[in-house]
């Protein structure tokens, strides 16, 4: 099983980014998004248990940031608006089998990150 991540790159406060997280082989039921920014601790971003669809955020990026997927693609998706420079860190995307799914369950696939910078 892979993730791929896509859809990093430099954007300016304000605006809009649309990452995605494609799971090739055998997919999870959690899927979530996480960042890290130099220095600093990974931090969960958001998570979707993708049977029901239910969604889950960071207080830092409610109200801004959108999980989604598309299952006939295996494709996770994070819409990120309203982007600030405190956004800028590596993204990545995460699997895990989970009876419950949020951005502390403990995830065992990783994709590889992908980079957005805010100025």
């Known amino acids: 099983v892979q993730l791929v991540e896509s859809g990093g790159g430099s954007m300016q406060a304000g605006g809009s980014l649309r990452l995605s997280c494609t799971v090739s082989?055998?997919?999870?039921?959690?899927m979530g998004w996480f960042r890290q920014a130099p220095g600093k601790e990974r931090e969960g971003v958001a998570a979707?248990?993708?049977?029901?669809?239910?969604?889950s955020y960071a207080d830092s990026v409610k109200d801004r940031f959108t999980i989604s997927q598309d299952n006939a693609k295996n494709t996770v998706y994070l819409q990120m608006n309203s982007l600030k420079p405190e956004d800028t860190a590596m993204y990545y995307c995460?699997?895990?089998?989970?009876?419950?799914?949020?951005?502390?369950?403990?995830?065992?696939?990783w994709g590889q990150g992908t980079q957005v910078t805010v100025s």
């Open positions: 995460a699997a895990v089998w989970s009876l419950r799914c949020n951005v502390d369950v403990e995830y065992n696939l």
């Open positions: 979707i248990y993708t049977g029901s669809g239910s969604t």
């Open positions: 082989g055998s997919t999870r039921n959690c």
